[in-house]
């Protein structure tokens, strides 16, 4: 049996940020998420990241293939209703569990969900299908979710950078002293989440 975790550590190890953006494209996309992030990226990270050039075309390359992924089932599901189903929708891997699970928070936290939900697992590719059902601002969208994005992927990697020879706490302060721009953009995300909670009495608005 194919060890679907060695073979994309290979691809990585062989072709680098090209095979990182093409497996964030897949998951967000949905049309072969064959491993979830949380498997791949800090192993991604460990082996892509040596020096803070690496580690933002690491992002870079993450964000890239993430945000464009995931205007895949958006677009799909833009002017659809649900039930209804095209040739490309057919392809995209998603249970109706999960459609759900992706419906409900939308309508509970509303458009914000975009931006903070790229941070959590299954929700981070699926909240893009109710957003496109409730034909959310294209251009929205696409904001939301390249900072969502950026944050989780710039999060991720930076911890990894930083915390091969320090504590967890040591990397964190070290991060937001040393790279307040990083800082900056968790501030931005915590802003955005801040508001999806306060938003919650207009879901669809929001």
Request: aromatic share 14%; hydrophobic share 50%; with cysteine.
């Given at each position: ?177 040393e790279k307040p721009g990083l800082t900056a953009l ?21």
């Amino acid at each position: 049996m194919v060890d679907a975790t060695a073979v994309a550590l290979d691809l990585l190890r062989l072709y680098g940020p090209l095979a990182l953006c093409l497996f964030t494209f897949l998951e967000t996309s949905m049309l072969f998420p064959f491993l979830p992030s949380e498997v791949v990226v800090p192993a991604a990270a460990a082996l892509l990241i040596t020096d803070p050039v690496s580690l933002l075309v690491f992002v870079l390359a993450a964000t890239v293939g993430g945000t464009v992924g995931a205007f895949v089932p958006f677009y799909v599901c833009y002017r659809t209703r649900p039930g209804e189903h095209g040739w490309l929708r057919r392809r995209i891997r998603v249970s109706d569990e999960q459609i759900e699970r992706g419906q409900t928070w939308f309508q509970r936290w509303g458009q914000s969900s975009v931006l903070w939900g790229r941070f959590l697992p299954v929700l981070r590719s699926v909240i893009s299908i109710p957003a496109g059902f409730a034909e959310m601002n294209p251009a929205q969208f696409g904001v939301f979710t390249a900072v969502g994005t950026t944050g989780f992927y710039a999060a991720t990697g930076a911890l990894v950078y930083y915390g091969r020879e320090e504590s967890f706490f040591e990397a964190a302060f070290a991060i937001a002293v040393e790279k307040p721009g990083l800082t900056a953009l968790v501030v931005l995300v915590l802003v955005g989440i801040g508001l999806g909670f306060g938003r919650r009495s207009d879901p669809v608005n929001g």
